[in-house]
Nanobody
Framework: QVQLVESGGGLVQAGGSLRLSCVASGIIFRIYDLSWYRQAPGKQRELVATITDTDTIYYADSAKGRFTVSRDNRKDTGYLHLASLTPEDTAVYYC?????????WGPGTQVTVSS
């Protein structure tokens, strides 16, 4: 079955950290670019970070210096490490795999940061 599944979200206090995982199945994971997006209540979905198939990395300004994106192609898994979290980081976090016309989304994982 072709799918992405995120995990690792939860409730954390401000200043805390979390590691999100995105496990892919049914695709040749290593050829895909992998991105993380988030969507806060009442807001549009926004790009947080991308790691390409060649390990080129991009971060949104809001993520620079706090979040770290990585991948392990042996495990068909991508990761997003979140640190120094603030209540403004509260959102559903989605992973997105992209290769040519193949574009996949996971169902998302909720991250809630309390003040």
């Amino acid at each position: 079955q072709v799918q992405l599944v995120e995990s690792g979200g939860g409730l954390v206090q401000a200043g805390g950290s979390l590691r999100l995982s995105c496990v892919a199945s049914g695709i040749i994971f290593r050829i895909y670019d992998l991105s993380w997006y988030r969507q806060a209540p009442g807001k549009q979905r926004e790009l947080v970070a991308t790691i390409t198939d060649t390990d080129t990395i991009y971060y949104a300004d809001s993520a620079k210096g706090r979040f770290t994106v990585s991948r392990d192609n042996r495990k068909d898994t991508g990761y997003l490490h979140l640190a120094s979290l603030t209540p403004e980081d509260t959102a559903v976090y989605y992973c997105h795999a992209n290769y040519s016309t193949s574009k996949l989304w996971g169902p998302g994982t909720q991250v809630t940061v309390s003040s």
